[in-house]
C-alpha cells in the first residue's frame, strides 16, 4: 500500500500521509491541508475525523469488538475488577498484586471530601439533578489544591488523579443522601471501592447495614463495561477542554456535563423514563416503535442505536444476560425487563431498524439492574459517569503526555452575511 494518498484540487495533485494504527484501521492524515491548499475538511459531528492517535481502547464497531489496553471487554467484565481496570487504563498494564494493593489503598485512603462541601449541598433544591451537583462539586475540589492544578506537572498530576477517583463516588452517594433527607453516611475504609459506594449510598446511622457481595459484583461488572470507550462526546470533551490547559477537575466537570445529554450518558435515564411510560400505558411496544419510525414525532427509541457500533454494542450484550442471572438471583421480577426484551425483539426484526443497523447500546439494559440494586433513577447518569472516570483519566494524561500540546481548535465554513453597513436603529424596518 502506498504512504501516501493523492488529492486533485484546481489542478494541482497533493500528496497526504497514511497512518495506519495497531489494528490495521487507516486514515488520511490532513493536519497540512490548509496551510498547503488554503482547504479545510467539513465533517460536523466528526463521524470521518480522527481526532488523536490513542493506545488505550480499541473498538470495532462493524464486528462489536472492545477491548482496554488490548483485553477484551467480555474478559474485564467476568474475571476484573472496576478498581484493577482502573489501574489498567491510567498504566497501560494489570497490576501485580503489590501495585494493586497500593492503589486501592490511595483510593481508600482519599475518600473523603472537605468537610465545608457538606455545606455546599444544602445550597440545591431537592429537585436538583444529581448530574448538576456532581458536575460543581467536582468542580468546586479544584478550590482545595490549588497547589496541584498544574496539568504539565506529573507529579501534581499522580496526587490528584486517586483523590478525584476516590471522591466522585463519595460526593455521588451524598447527592442521593441529600436528596432523600437523610444524612450522609461516612465512607468506612474497610470496604473496598465497590462495597463503599453502596455502603454510603444506603446504610443509615441508626442501624447496621450488611454490603450484599453479589450487588458488590454486579456493580464492580457494570462499572467495568462503562470505563472507556475512545473517543466518544463526553471523552473528547475532557480532552478538548484540557487541551487549554484548564487544570483536570475542570476537564472532568466539562466530560460530567458533557455526559449528562440524552443522547450520550443521559440515555440511560431515559430508557428506564421509556419503558415505565409503556409499562404505565399497557405494555404495548409497537406503539413506541411505531413513533420511533415517524421522523415527526421527534421520539427516538432509546438505549438504540450508535454512532460506532453498526452491531449490537458488545457491552449490551454482557448486561443483557446479566440483567436474567442477577434478578434470578436477587428473587426479583421486573415487568420492565419483559418489556425492554420485547421492544428490543420488535425493533429487531423491523426493517427500520435492521436497515439502519440499529441495534440495543449500553445504556438500554443498564437501567434494569441500577433500579434491582435500588438505584434511583436519576441517579443512572451519575452511575455511568463513575464508571467513565478512570477513561477520562487515562485520556486526559494521555492528551498532555503524547498531544503535540496544541489546543484543540476546529475550524468552520462560514456560510453568513458578507460585510454589511452598520444601520442606525431609525432606519431598521
Ligand atoms: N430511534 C429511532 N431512529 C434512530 C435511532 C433511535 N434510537 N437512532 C438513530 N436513528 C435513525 C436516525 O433517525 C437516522 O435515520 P435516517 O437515516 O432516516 O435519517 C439514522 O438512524 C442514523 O441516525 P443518526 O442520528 O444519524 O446517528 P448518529 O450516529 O448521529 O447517532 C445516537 C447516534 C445519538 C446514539 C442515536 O442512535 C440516538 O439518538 N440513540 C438514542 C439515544 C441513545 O441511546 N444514546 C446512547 C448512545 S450510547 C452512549 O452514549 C453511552
Not at 467476568?78 to 494489570?94: D, I, P, Q, R
Not at 478525584?164 to 442521593?176: E, M, N, P
Request: with cysteine; proline share 5%.
Amino acid at each position: 500500500m502506498s504512504d501516501f494518498a493523492e488529492l486533485k484540487l484546481e489542478g494541482k495533485t497533493y500528496q497526504l500521509p497514511i497512518v495506519v494504527g495497531s489494528e490495521n484501521e487507516k486514515a488520511i492524515d490532513i493536519r497540512k491541508l490548509r496551510a498547503e491548499t488554503n482547504y479545510v475538511t467539513l465533517d460536523s459531528g466528526y463521524g470521518n475525523t480522527g481526532a488523536c492517535k490513542s493506545e488505550i481502547t480499541f473498538i470495532d464497531g462493524e464486528k462489536g469488538i472492545l477491548r482496554y489496553r488490548g483485553y477484551p471487554i467480555e474478559q474485564l467484565a467476568e474475571k476484573s475488577t472496576f478498581v484493577e481496570t482502573a489501574y489498567l487504563l491510567m498504566n497501560s498494564k494489570l497490576p501485580n498484586q503489590v501495585e494493586l494493593n497500593d492503589f486501592r489503598e490511595m483510593l481508600t485512603r482519599h475518600s473523603l471530601i472537605h468537610e465545608d462541601m457538606l455545606h455546599f449541598y444544602d445550597g440545591y433544591p431537592s429537585t436538583a439533578h444529581p448530574m448538576a451537583i456532581l458536575s460543581s462539586m467536582v468542580c468546586s475540589l479544584s478550590s482545595y489544591y490549588p497547589e496541584w492544578l498544574d496539568p504539565h506537572d506529573n507529579a501534581q498530576v499522580a496526587q490528584l488523579m486517586p483523590r478525584v477517583l476516590s471522591k466522585i463516588r463519595t460526593i455521588a452517594a451524598y447527592s442521593y443522601k441529600k436528596s432523600i433527607g437523610q444524612p450522609v453516611i461516612y465512607p468506612k475504609n474497610s470496604l473496598d471501592y465497590c462495597a463503599n459506594f453502596l455502603y454510603m449510598m444506603f446504610a443509615v446511622p441508626s442501624e447496621p447495614y450488611e454490603v450484599d457481595e453479589e450487588m458488590v459484583k454486579t456493580l464492580n461488572m457494570l462499572l467495568i463495561l462503562h470505563a472507556d470507550h475512545e473517543q466518544n462526546c463526553s471523552t473528547s470533551t475532557v480532552r478538548m477542554v484540557g487541551s487549554s490547559d484548564a487544570n483536570l477537575f475542570a476537564s472532568i466537570a466539562a466530560g460530567i456535563l458533557a455526559l449528562w445529554g440524552p443522547k450520550h450518558g443521559g440515555a440511560n435515564q431515559e430508557v428506564m423514563e421509556m419503558l415505565e411510560e409503556i409499562n404505565r400505558n399497557g405494555g404495548d411496544v409497537k406503539k413506541a416503535i411505531a413513533m420511533a419510525k415517524d421522523k415527526n414525532s421527534g421520539f427516538r427509541l432509546m438505549g438504540f442505536g450508535h454512532r460506532v457500533y453498526k452491531n449490537y454494542d458488545p457491552r449490551a450484550k454482557v448486561i443483557k444476560k446479566a440483567c436474567d442471572q442477577i434478578l434470578a438471583k436477587m428473587n426479583r421480577k421486573d415487568p420492565l425487563l419483559e418489556i425492554a426484551k420485547r421492544l428490543e425483539e420488535a425493533a429487531l426484526s423491523d426493517p427500520y431498524f435492521v436497515d439502519r443497523k440499529l441495534y440495543p447500546n449500553v445504556d438500554f439494559y443498564s437501567g434494569v439492574i441500577y433500579r434491582a440494586m435500588g438505584i434511583p433513577t436519576p441517579m443512572f447518569t451519575v452511575m455511568f459517569a463513575l464508571g467513565r472516570l478512570p477513561g477520562w483519566l487515562a485520556q486526559w494524561m494521555e492528551m498532555h503526555r503524547d498531544g503535540e500540546g496544541r489546543i484543540d481548535r476546529p475550524r468552520q465554513i462560514y456560510t453568513g452575511e458578507s460585510e454589511r453597513i452598520y444601520v442606525p436603529m431609525n432606519q431598521r424596518t
